[in-house]
Each structure stands twice: as structure tokens, then as C-alpha cells.
DNA sequence: TAATAAATATGTACTTACGACACATTAATT
DNA sequence: AATTAATGTGTCGTAAGTACATATTTATTA
């Protein structure tokens, strides 16, 4: 920096720090996927804002001061859905002047894989539910946008790395898993090419169990090699926070 | 005021807007890759803190309260650059704790790609300069972190989509193309199959002329469909400033 | 009990992408 | 005119992707 910048700088800061430069806030939010019922579905809370009254949002809250972003994720998660063991993976900024109606607003967005069967889940209360990912038109905030962003890196991941496994139970058939894929890429997939492709990824293991409470003739179950389970790092939250 | 007098009180304001429980600043960085002799580069300035004496870091700068991120991102490469014409991608936040020796800032990432030759290119003064993304082993706060993530999520990019064109002159043959995309891969690509995919990619126009400063056989010189070309939302700055 | 329905499980042929590799051509240099 | 060094193309074998059909197994129904 030059001096002449030096001095601009200084003169800047002087003038408008607490005013301004650090009236800024940082939120972290949640885009919360979940499987069930053969469509992705994702948690939803109805906005307090008068604004925005009616519509739902994602599941956000300012980041702290002492906290990591991965942390402030991993505790609105815990507080929200009572698991701390989930697949979380930032995605990206979004920082528009006016997405907030209250001021500036920056918020980091993360999304999350959750299997909504798992026995542990408990939703925080009653106004948080799950929605199809597919029926949702506006959000509040630019939180459509949002989840349309994470929606898309969830499509571009599942290709590559086996994290859908965290939206289902432990044990599934291999219809199971196309039917998620189906719901999640939004696609058909041709069962004996979807099967082909599988195996060679070589993801799973045949457990020598088949299904129980199908309607028909029940297919092998399979589970995830477990060098293959991605574990979060679990961060360690807050204490006198649940 | 000396310009030592000046760093240290434009520190001493920092930390101290940086105290208040809930005050945390953000920041933008910019991985600005160039490409020159036949190696691919970032742009990096002397660390003005004394913490990291004598190592290099990218350029970045506070989020004005009244800019957008990629406008807060547009402005910093127009003063260090001189350019307002450049690609432009997000890439991540970092925001751990400890980042930063001042306070709390966390910092949303970007990478740039800048045509090191570019005629209206001016570097804003001489402690800016461009280092071989290769030789570099240690940089100030988490900056080589941040530069190994964009280096990655570019390495990815270069595959997809027409972006490294941005790091070339207007004109250019196919073999500094594909010397370009080497040092952005850092590996070496057999030239045949390299032609073959760029070839089937369709980006490029011959413009019936053929280089004329090579000591061998001049190969033709190519440029991107102007189609392709990506035109990044040249963001208005803010009045005032150059 | 036997026939039927519905889903599981698997294989083949065709096309397309990828990687290793060789030879003729052109322009500058000697 | 010969030499050198890089440009410019093509082929072949392998791997992956796609379209597509048949036999098998279990639950259900007559």
C-alpha cells in the first residue's frame, strides 16, 4: 500500500468503522436435505418476518464470534434436528445488498444429507417441516436461490462421491438407491445401466439380507463399505447449548 | 504522520473495532492467476503485518457496506490492476477463528483470470508483483490455503468450460494453448489427443493467420468464439473512486 | 395347488470417448 | 540444397456409456 492509500484508509476507517464497516452481519444457513417417500425433500421453517409472511425459509443463524463457519452449521443442525453426525458441505456466499430487509446480511450457505428415518432426528418444533424439494416455488429472502444453488451441487457431487448414502438408512435395496438418484437428479435411470455403473464404483457391500416388507419379491440389501463413510469432523458445540 | 505511523494506527483501529462481541468483519480475497512464460501465476503484495514479515498475500480488502461481494471483488481488482473486464468466480469462505491475528474476519474467495499482457494492465505499485504459483510454499494469514483451493477449483473449471482463453491474448496457437493448459494441470498432455478434444470441444475459429515470431515452422492462430466469450457483469464502482 | 403378476437379476451389441502411438509437411536455418 | 524442429493429421486398441431382452423369484390370486 502506498502512503497515500495508507492515508485514505485511515482516514476511512476512522470515519465510518462502527458505523458502517463492521455493521455488517454474517449468518450461516442450512439448506437440509432429506429422502423420504421418493422425493428429496428439504426442512423448512415458516419466516418470522412480517415481510415475508407466509412463505418459508432455510434454517440460519448468525455465526458467532467464537465460532468456525462449520461450526455455527453443525450447531443450528444439532439444535434443529437433534443429530450431530450428518454430512455438511459449504457451497458459497451470497451477499446481495439488499437480500435482507432488516440490513446487510452476508451469509455463507451450507447443505446437509439427512436421513429423515433415523431414529435420533427430533425436530426442534412444530413449524419445521420437511418439504419436496420439487414443489417449491418462492422462498423468503433469496433463499429460493439459494437452495436451487445447493440443489445443483448436490446433482454435481452425487456423480462422483458416495455421500448420498447419508439420505438413506443403513441397510437398502439397490432399487432404493436409484429411486434416490432418480429424485435427486430429477431423471430416469435405466435399471440395469444404473446397476452396472454401481458395481463398478465398487461403493457396496451385498450384506446377505433381502427386504421384508415389500409387495413383491424382495431385493438384496446392501450397505456402505465403511472406509467409504464420510465422517464429519464433529465439531464440538458450545457448552450449556443441547 | 510517517507512513510507519500510519500502518500502526490503521492497525491499532482494527483491532480495536475488532473487540466488540458481536462484530466481526468480512473481507474479499482475490486469487488473481496470470499466465507468462509458460507458467501460471498469481499476483501477491508484501504482508503489511508484522506477524507475517516478509511473506506475501493476496490481495484483498474489507466488504463496504454498500457493495455487493463481487463488486467489493471488481473494485479491488480494478485498483491493483487497472482492469474492470476480467472473469471473475466465487469460491468459498474461509472463517476460521484464528485466521486472522487482528480479530474475527472471515473471508469470502474468489479467483480471477487476467491476461498478464493485456495492454490497459497496470500494476498498482511495486510491491505487487507476480510469483509461479508453483515456487510458492508459505504466504500470509490462511492465503495459501485459499490459493490451493482456487488453484483446484480452477484445475477443474479449465475442463468444462472455455475460461482459460481469458488467461491468453486475443490471438493464440494452439500450442500455447495447450502449453497453457499444462501449466494450469501441471502435467504434460500428448499433443494429438490434446487437439482431438479441443477440436470436438468447438470453441475455437481459425483466423487465417499464422504466427510471426517463432523460430520454426509457424503454427495458425486461433481465437475463442465470440460467443463464448464469457462477459463478466462489469459491476458499476463506486463514484469517487478510480 | 396352480396360474398369474410384478419386481429382481443379469448379459449383449452398438456407439462413443480416451490414450498410446507414427508419419508426412512446412518453414527457418545451415 | 540439405538439415532441423515444430506443425498437422490418423489409426488402433481399450474402456466407458447406452439401448435393449430374457430368465428368475416371490407374493398374490383364482
Redesign the pocket.
Known sequence: MTERELRLKTAEIEKISHIDYFNIAISVDCVIFGYDDKELKVLLIKSDLEEFAGLFSLLGDLIRPDEDLETASYRILKERTGLDDVYLEQVQAFGSIKRHPSGRVITIAYYSLIDIKHHKMQLSHNELNWHPVNELKKLAFDHKLILDTCLLRLQQRVLETPIVFNLLPEKF???ELQELYEAILGIGL????F???IS?KDWLIDIGE?END???????LYKLKPELKIKPARRKLQPGKS
Chains 1, 2 share one sequence.
Open positions: 435395496s439397490l432399487r435405466d435399471r440395469r445401466n446397476r452396472k455403473k463398478i433381502i415389500v409387495p413383491h419379491r424382495p431385493g438384496k
